[in-house]
């Protein structure tokens, strides 16, 4: 890595170390390009090098998280759709539990997109892994439906989790939605 992809590493690094730090005082829809700029000690140009606006540092955040939460599920070696559904829902939990960005997405409209990337590279992820026909077995409006059921369920689930202050384990959590998802939607799919 030459010396100016190490500084804009750095200065991207900086940039969300800021805007997650952020997360923890204000909602990111009040979170400004200054307020940032301010926290990472960077200015405001740096900023706008790497992203036009705070939704887009917004979207790259997300990215980042689904990122996270497949490269923490690449060291899992699952024995079976049970195993492999509980170690993707504890991830999620786990990573909602310390990432304050998650828990303030789940508040707001953006929450589904998110989700709906999240549970759909899930799918993928299911499919490839397992030795069972790859191929859908409902139609691709069928499919829709039951990717939004599920999006709406993991949501509906980590928002009172959050909401309850995180009273139960990420293990219980992750039990539930496996449970639900292994019982309600994977046999349709």
Do not use: Q
Not at 5 to 13: G, H
Not at 29 to 56: C, L, M, Q, W
Not at 97 to 126: C, Q, W
Request: charged share 25%; aromatic share 14%; net charge negative.
């Amino acid at each position: 890595m030459n010396e100016f992809d190490e500084r804009y590493s750095t200065a991207e690094d900086a940039i969300f170390d800021a805007f997650f730090a952020l997360l923890k005082e204000k909602d990111f829809d009040r979170i400004t390009v200054a307020d940032v700029a301010k926290k990472a000690g960077v200015v405001r140009s740096t900023f706008y090098n790497h992203y036009e606006n705070v939704p887009a540092l917004v979207e790259a955040a997300e990215d980042r998280t689904i990122r996270d939460i497949f490269r923490m599920m690449e060291s899992f070696h699952p024995k079976d759709d049970k195993s492999m559904c509980t170690s993707y829902y504890l991830a999620i939990c786990n990573y909602t539990r310390k990432n304050p960005f998650v828990a303030n997405l789940l508040k707001s409209p953006r929450g589904d997109a998110f989700f709906e990337k999240a549970i759909t590279m899930f799918h993928e992820y299911v499919t490839n892994l397992t030795s069972t026909s790859a191929d859908r077995k409902v139609s691709e409006e069928t499919f829709s439906y039951l990717i939004a059921g599920m999006i709406g369920t993991t949501i509906g689930i980590l928002h009172k989790w959050i909401s309850d202050d995180f009273s139960e384990s990420p293990e219980k959590i992750a039990d539930v939605l496996t449970h639900i998802f292994l019982a309600g939607f994977l046999p349709y799919l």
